[in-house]
Every structure is written in C-alpha cells, then in structure tokens.
C-alpha cells in the first residue's frame, strides 16, 4: 500500500529567467532563456512525494486567473489529488527566480492566493487524521499550519515541517514537529544561532524539536535525534543544471522514505531514508526547471543504487 502524505502549503507559478550572474543590490544584468514553470513549495513538495510513489493530497489555494488553472493543471497532471485546493477570487502566487551558470538562484515570493488558505474544512481534517505524514511549509498563513499540525496530532499523523522560507517558530508550532527539516540558513534563525558547525546547529535546535533533518547542499544531510542516533550521508555526485527544486525534491522523498520505513525510524532506516531523500534532491538538480523537474521514482531508486550501493 503507497505511503499517503497530506502537504498544505502553497502553489506559485515560476517566472524563471536564466542569467551569467546574479545581480547584485541596484545592478541590472542582461539575462537569456525565461520560462514560466509550475511551483511552490507546497506544490512542488507535492508532485515531489506523488512521484516518488505516495498517495499525495494537497490542501492549498490558487487564484482565480490563467496562473491558477496552470497549477491546478500541473498538480492534477503529476497525480495529486486536488480535492483540497481552493479558488480564490484574484492572483495566484509567483516566484520570481533568477538562475546563473553556475546552477544557484534567488527568488522572491509574492503569495496572492496563498494568503487566503486560512481556514481547514471537515475534508481536509479527514485528510489529514487519515495520512501517514502531514508535510507543511511556511509560505501560507502561520495560523493555518499550526492548525494542520495540530489536527495531524490528534490522529497520530507525523508532523514533517520544512521551515522555508527561514522564520522564528512559534513555540506552539514547534511542539507540533515531529521531523524539521532545515538547510543551514533555516536552521541558525530557528535556532536563533549563526555556526558553520552542523552538529552545533543539530544541538541547538534539539532543544526545540525532537528530530532534525539538516541539509548541506551538495554535502549531503546530516540527521540527529534527541535517543541519540547521529547521521551524516554524503550526497551524489552530479553536473548539476538547476537547484531550485532539489530541497524540494528532497523533502518530498523524505517524507515518502519516512512513511515508508514505519515513521520512528532506527539508526539504519534513518541512513536509507537520507540516502533516497539525497538521490531525489541530486536528480532533481540534473535537470532545468521547478516542479518539471522533480524525479520519478525510478530516477530516485537508479542514483541511489549507483552511488550508495556497497556502503551499507
């Protein structure tokens, strides 16, 4: 039986300019290719786990124009179940995202429709008490996460939080996590601490929740939890095209990995999970685009093999 994850969060449309460098403060930079690609956090997390092999619902918000029906289209088209997605009268949210030649990017958000997810009806409830793993983010209303983080405990639902974009948590929220999930940026304004040393910044943030997951970009992830297991995996190694999906790819893996192997994990199936989350994010990167290029999970299972296969 496929693992079934419950995602609220947000749905934007990409609006992707590729360029040689990133601008710096007040500098104009002439730019190539620009496309418009289906994303989100929420979203793209969504497609990432329904691709990966879950049965995956997504409970967000698009608007009422052209943006919106793309990604309601995009969603539908990878397999998510959009029972749970809401119209709202105005603009959907987009991103918009500059890549250079050497695959980094920014982006700036601005939310429109993703505002307006601030209620959970009885639906999305049931959808929720029902699935194995609630994965949230932070680019809808903080109201509305800590609601669905609430309702996912209640029913015995682990609680994955990626906390991105990087924001102090309440403690109300993080009393609710079960897996954190934060690059390193993420993790020192959680923690309220800025260290280059990962297992510090693991340390301080097992203070606030009771498991970790950090990732370290083309380093890998490092995991810890407050029994004591501490893990490290070193990721692919690839030519990466385009980051600006792999952590979602990743966290949409890894919440599929968790369902998968039972939800509280031993030290080995918490190395397996991070080593399949990594292979997603690595193959995600191989390949231009948002949620275009989020991994089947057959392109998962064939990097893990060839790069993890004999370290067991």
């Known amino acids: 039986m496929s693992a079934r994850v419950v995602v609220v969060g947000s749905a934007n449309l990409d609006l992707v ?8 403060p007040g500098e104009t930079v002439l730019g190539g ?10 979203a793209n997390q969504a497609v990432a786990a329904a691709r990966a092999g879950a049965a995956c619902e997504f409970v967000g918000a698009v608007g009422s124009d052209e943006f919106g029906r793309q990604l309601r289209d995009s969603l539908t088209g990878a397999g998510v179940d ?4 809401r119209t709202a009268p105005g603009p959907s949210g987009v991103a918009l995202i500059a890549v250079d030649q050497a695959a980094e990017n920014f982006i700036v958000v ?16 049931a959808a929720i008490g029902a ?8 680019e809808v209303p903080l109201p509305t996460v800590v609601r669905a983080a609430d309702l996912a405990r209640a029913g015995g639902t682990t609680v994955v939080l990626n906390a991105a974009p990087a924001a102090p948590l309440p403690v109300e929220l993080l009393d609710l996590v079960d897996v954190l999930v934060v690059n390193e940026h ?11 040393d990962p297992a510090a910044l693991l340390d ?18 490092a995991y810890a939890d407050r029994q004591g297991v501490r893990r490290t995996v070193a990721a692919p190694v690839i030519d990466a095209v385009d980051t600006t999906a792999a952590g979602d790819a990743f966290t949409g893996a890894l919440a599929v990995g968790w369902a998968e192997r039972g939800g509280v994990l031993d030290a080995d199936a918490v190395t397996d999970a991070l ?25 998962i299972d064939a990097l893990y093999a060839t790069t993890y296969r004999g370290t067991e």
Do not use: I
Not at 17 to 24: C, M
Not at 115 to 124: E, K, M
Not at 279 to 290: K, L, S
């Open 17 to 24: 300019v590729s360029t040689p460098q990133l601008p710096r």
């Open 33 to 42: 290719d620009f496309r418009t690609v289906p994303g989100g956090k929420g």
């Open 82 to 85: 959009v029972r749970g997605l």
């Open 110 to 125: 601005a939310p429109g429709a993703n505002a307006a997810l601030t209620d959970l009806d009885a639906a999305d409830r």
């Open 131 to 138: 699935a194995d793993v609630l994965l949230l983010q932070m």
């Open 186 to 196: 993420e993790a020192a304004v959680v923690a309220g601490m800025f260290s280059d």
């Open 204 to 221: 301080a943030l097992l203070a606030l929740v009771p498991r970790v997951v950090l990732t370290l970009g083309a380093r890998g992830a």
């Open 275 to 299: 080593r399949w989350a990594c292979a997603a994010g690595a193959a995600c990167a191989q390949r231009p685009g948002a949620s275009t290029a989020l991994p089947e999970r057959a392109a």
